[in-house]
């Protein structure tokens, strides 16, 4: 599943395709997503210009010259494929620009979704406007008030996107780890000391996933490139019985219904 250093890497990729390009011709290949497409999509996007790209938590976002964003989730298994060859199964949505280059968004199990929103309403967008701080700008006295008093674990409070945005499994298991923070803590009762090394390995664990998924950016400038999943090594998730750097065993134990992977020597 896509996570946000997966979505930022896609942004990245689909920039230098798109940006400042105008989109000569659209196709939407199926009437939906998740969701419906908007209908009058291929009307307003066809001729206008793409001005900049984003993204915001989980979400891609592509400006262009008519005052619209193009909003796209990736949901469970969407991807961008760049100069396709030929149409794939599951591409639904296609973007042509006046180069001839074009991006396929690709979606086996249609997850994802696709939205049209006027750009300056877009912090108001629900789906938007629900979310709390993007990782990269948290301020560990504001997520200390925003964890006041909740017993809840902080592993959980993490994943709750009116939190903090766009933080995923993975990478709140990473973050953890670093900070040397249990799981199953209390989010009340972390201290403002130990909040602000969760904010410094949340941006750590982040920036080195961007960067390792960068590195593979050079990948898709070829045809049939594939934008947004790369590997990368993690120190504790998915890697349950396996050894800590402490010479301890990475435990494994399910939170809200997913794993969450821990070092019980290192995390209190
Ligand atoms: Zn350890």
């Known amino acids: 599943m896509p996570e946000l250093p997966e979505v930022e890497t896609t942004v990245r990729g689909l920039e230098r395709v798109l940006h400042g390009r105008r989109i000569a011709s659209v ?4 009437p939906d997503l998740r969701r419906a497409l908007p209908v009058d999509l291929g009307q307003r996007l066809t001729g206008a ?14 400006d262009t010259d008519r005052g619209d964003t193009l909003v796209f989730h990736l949901g469970m298994s969407g991807h961008w494929r760049v100069d396709p060859t030929e ?30 929103v006027r750009t300056e309403e877009l912090a108001q967008w629900p789906a938007i406007a629900a979310l709390g ?19 809840a674990a902080i592993k959980l409070l993490l994943l709750d996107q009116r939190v903090v945005a ?19 803590r209390a989010g009340g009762s972390v201290s403002l000391e130990r909040l602000q090394r969760l904010v410094v390995a949340i941006e750590a ?64």
């Open 27 to 30: 196709e939407a290949r199926r």
């Open 166 to 184: 766009g933080l995923g499994n993975i990478y709140v298991c990473e973050a953890l780890y670093r900070a040397g923070i249990h799981p199953k």
């Open 205 to 268: 664990v982040l920036d080195e996933a961007i960067a390792a998924g960068g590195s593979t950016l050079r990948d898709f400038a070829s045809p049939d490139g594939e934008l947004g999943y790369f590997s990368k090594k993690f120190e504790v998730y998915d890697r349950e019985g396996k050894k800590c750097s402490c010479g301890g065993l990475v435990k494994r134990i399910v939170q809200g219904g997913r794993s969450t992977f821990y070092c019980p020597k290192c995390q209190r």
């Open 49 to 62: 210009h793409v001005t900049s790209l984003g993204r915001r938590a989980k979400y891609g976002l592509i």
């Open 87 to 116: 149409v794939a199964k599951h591409d639904h949505f296609i973007i042509e620009t006046d180069e001839g280059r074009k991006v396929a968004l690709n979606d086996a199990r249609r997850f994802g979704s696709l939205d049209l």
């Open 133 to 151: 701080p993007e990782p990269f700008s948290l301020d560990p006295r504001d997520l200390k008030r925003r964890l006041a008093g909740r017993s």
